[in-house]
Antibody, heavy 117, light 109 residues
Framework: QVQLVQSGAEVKKSGDSVKVSCKAS????????VSWVRQAPGQGLEWMGW????????NLPQKFRGRVTVTTDTYTSTAYMELRDLTSDDTAVYYC??????????WGQGTLVTVSS | QTVVTQEPSLTVSPGGTVTLTCAPT?????????PNWFQQKPGHAPRPLIY???NKHPWTPARFSGSLLGGQAALTLSGVRPEDEAEYYC?????????FGGGTKLTVL
């Protein structure tokens, strides 16, 4: 069965960086894409970016360009999202999701990132 | 950046029917917006319900349906059950990026 398993919770300080991993199984990882989504406490969902594990194409919204790096490792079927220059506004649960052909169908369990000043 | 609007909250009686809508502040929803709908309950990851406007995932209950309605994406729940109480989010591909709606809190009462 399709599974996306994310790395564990992180506690960071303002100005730090965080890198969240998302290990996929149960499907052809290298033929699909991965989107990253976050949710601040009590808030809605926010899309952070997408990467194709097939050809490495990347799509990032303006808000996160220059601060977010998304990568994949097709040998280990793992996607990564790195967020730099953290502030308290980045405290959120971060999700990865399988995203191919405009269909988002499987999600990771989420990774809580807490940023303290 | 485009804002996608949803009803902040709706209330429906058990067994009733309710329609949630989703639209960008600029432009209309078309097939090329590839609307996705998700259900989220507290403490859980979003659960996909609908993709590409009208298509259901294998796990999507039959009482959920998606449509395009007058330039908006719509999610209709028919024969609502108590367990449908949740937050519902739409997701549109607009201006070359994905944009989530603000979410609709559905109360079953």
């Amino acid at each position: 069965q399709v599974q996306l398993v994310q790395s564990g919770a992180e506690v960071k300080k303002s100005g730090d960086s965080v890198k969240v991993s998302c290990k996929a199984s149960g499907y052809a990882f290298s033929r699909n894409g991965v989107s990253w989504v976050r949710q601040a406490p009590g808030q809605g969902l926010e899309w952070m970016g997408w990467i194709s594990a097939d050809n490495g194409d990347i799509n990032l919204p303006q808000k996160f360009r220059g601060r977010v790096t998304v990568t994949t490792d097709t040998y280990t079927s793992t996607a990564y999202m790195e967020l730099r220059d953290l502030t308290s506004d980045d405290t959120a649960v971060y999700y990865c999701a399988k995203d191919y052909n405009y269909i988002i169908d499987y999600w990771g369990q989420g990774t809580l990132v807490t940023v303290s000043s | 950046q485009t804002v996608v609007t949803q009803e902040p909250s709706l209330t429906v009686s058990p067994g009733g029917t309710v329609t949630l809508t989703c639209a960008p502040t600029t432009g209309a929803v078309t097939g090329g917006s590839y609307p996705n709908w998700f259900q989220q309950k507290p403490g859980h990851a979003p659960r996909p319900l609908i993709y590409r406007s009208t298509n259901k995932h294998p796990w999507t209950p039959a009482r959920f349906s998606g449509s395009l309605l007058g330039g908006q994406a719509a999610l209709t729940l028919s024969g609502v059950r108590p367990e449908d109480e949740a937050e519902y989010y739409c997701l549109l591909f607009h201006g070359g990026v994905w944009v989530f709606g603000g979410g609709t809190k559905l109360t079953v009462l």
